[in-house]
């Protein structure tokens, strides 16, 4: 038996564990350092509610956004509805559908995805120029009117006023879209 290779071998072990030991130990503190900073963004969520484009101030609460706020999004939403054109129809029917409630996101994809084929198919572009916004902050709505101006084939077929109601749900600091009808021109 050769002592002096027994005692290379020995010492190489004695090596290799404290490699392993201090790789073990790194290992560990990275795990802590993981543990913590997770600890410390548990509950810190944070969500931004911004509408479009910001043209007044306005508030939001846990459950309600004020009028303000309302006009803003309602504004946005009717233009991503009523403002659409074959070529613009399939990228704002998608960003509109980030808005959508859930319970309504199905009915609201159809809609809009059978309006996109015929838009498309009679070559049509409507345009919406809002005239007065009335926003309720006890129902979460609007109801926005304004002229509706329709073309087929560069050729204008439709000018009229038109109103639409919009029913917002505000939940989770985020606004979804529940409803988007036309309403009679006179109602509230």
């Known amino acids: 038996m050769d002592f002096d290779q027994l005692d290379a071998d020995r010492k190489d072990l004695r090596r290799r564990n404290r490699n392993l030991g201090l790789m073990v130990g790194a290992m560990a503190i990275g795990q802590i350092l993981s543990l913590l900073i997770v600890f410390k963004l548990v509950g810190s969520e944070r969500t931004v509610v911004t509408p479009p484009s910001i043209n007044?101030?306005?508030w939001v609460t846990r459950d309600k956004?004020?009028?303000e706020y309302l006009e803003q999004m309602g504004s946005f939403i009717a233009?991503?509805?009523l403002d659409?054109?074959?070529s613009s129809i399939d990228w704002k029917k998608d960003i509109l559908l980030g808005y959508v409630d859930a319970?309504?996101?199905g009915a609201l994809k159809s809609r809009q995805e059978l309006e996109a084929d015929r838009l498309k198919r009679i070559n049509a572009t409507t345009s919406f120029a809002p005239q007065q916004l009335v926003a309720s902050e006890d129902t979460q709505s609007l109801v926005i009117r304004g002229r509706l101006r329709t073309l087929v084939n560069n050729v204008e077929t439709a000018n009229e006023v038109k109103a639409y109601r919009i029913d917002f749900g505000y939940a989770g600091g985020r606004t979804h879209l529940i409803a988007f009808k036309e309403v009679p021109y006179a109602s509230k």
Do not use: E, G, N, R
């Open 79 to 81: 233009w991503l509805i």
């Open 103 to 105: 319970d309504q996101y």
């Open 65 to 67: 956004a004020s009028s």
């Open 84 to 86: 659409v054109s074959p």
């Open 56 to 58: 007044k101030s306005f």
